[in-house]
């Protein structure tokens, strides 16, 4: 994000994480930064991939996240902002 002084620290707070990591210290997760934007925690992906993206500035990187993730990231995000809560009912 770009703004204009001097940029304001990234400070980032655990969001959520794929509901099908292994444990703990696996990825991916998302992060709320202080800067009302979003970090993405993800397995690198080498040149091969880099190179089909758009525009991939220098000081710009990708992570892929999981499907899964994406679908709680919006869940949670809907019934924090919004109330609603989006989880499958049983019967």
């Keep these: 994000m770009?703004?204009?002084?001097?940029?304001?620290?990234?400070?980032?707070?655990?969001f959520c994480?794929?509901?099908?990591?292994?444990?703990?210290?696996?990825?991916?997760?998302l992060y709320r930064t202080n800067r009302g934007s979003w970090m993405v925690q993800g397995l690198r992906h080498g040149e091969?991939?880099?190179?089909?993206?758009?525009?991939?500035?220098?000081?710009?990187?990708f992570v892929e996240i999981s499907e899964a993730l994406v679908e709680r990231f919006v869940r949670m995000y809907v019934k924090e902002h919004y109330g609603v809560d989006l989880s499958p009912t049983s019967g």
Excluded at 17 to 29: A, H, I, R, T
């Design 2 to 14: 770009q703004g204009s002084g001097a940029a304001k620290p990234i400070t980032v707070t655990f």
């Design 17 to 29: 994480k794929d509901p099908d990591s292994k444990d703990e210290e696996d990825c991916p997760s």
């Design 48 to 61: 091969d991939v880099a190179v089909q993206l758009r525009a991939l500035k220098d000081d710009e990187s």
